[in-house]
């Protein structure tokens, strides 16, 4: 196929048989972090809902859930904003520890907090 502009690249093509695909993964370490682009105050507002019916403390930069099993420790940093021409994107590096948890709770848990915090895009 080509495009009035010239042939249609390789990546389009890929990009047309699986549109909008979300990558979902199938385990997760017991100990991660991640670059994460929101402010602490976003982050703060998304995690009563990305956390669910699970208890879970506050004390500053750090929280603790009690999960099935263990429990998961999370801390988090805000970082320099990320820039690319006239765009900056804040950041916050979040690092997740899980004591005590298997894998299975940790995925079910992992899987909702993921889709509560994604953001839509494309």
């Known amino acids: 196929m080509s495009w009035r502009s010239g042939p249609r690249l390789p990546a389009a093509d890929r990009a047309s048989r699986r549109p909008f695909a979300v990558t979902v993964r ?6 991660f972090q991640r670059d994460m682009a929101c402010t602490e105050a976003e982050w703060l507002g998304w995690l009563p809902r990305a956390l669910g019916a699970v208890a879970w403390e506050r004390t500053g930069a750090r929280l603790r859930a009690s ?4 429990d998961l420790h999370i ?7 990320r820039v690319m021409g006239l765009m900056r994107l804040p950041r916050l590096l979040v690092e997740f520890r899980f ?3 298997d894998e299975v ?3 079910r848990f992992m899987r909702h ?3 509560t915090t ?5």
């Open 26 to 31: 199938s385990s997760y370490p017991s100990h």
């Open 67 to 70: 999960l099935e099993g263990g």
């Open 75 to 81: 801390h988090w940093a805000p970082a320099p904003p």
């Open 99 to 101: 004591e005590g948890v």
């Open 105 to 107: 709770s940790r995925t």
């Open 113 to 115: 907090f993921d889709l």
């Open 118 to 122: 994604q953001r839509g895009g494309g």
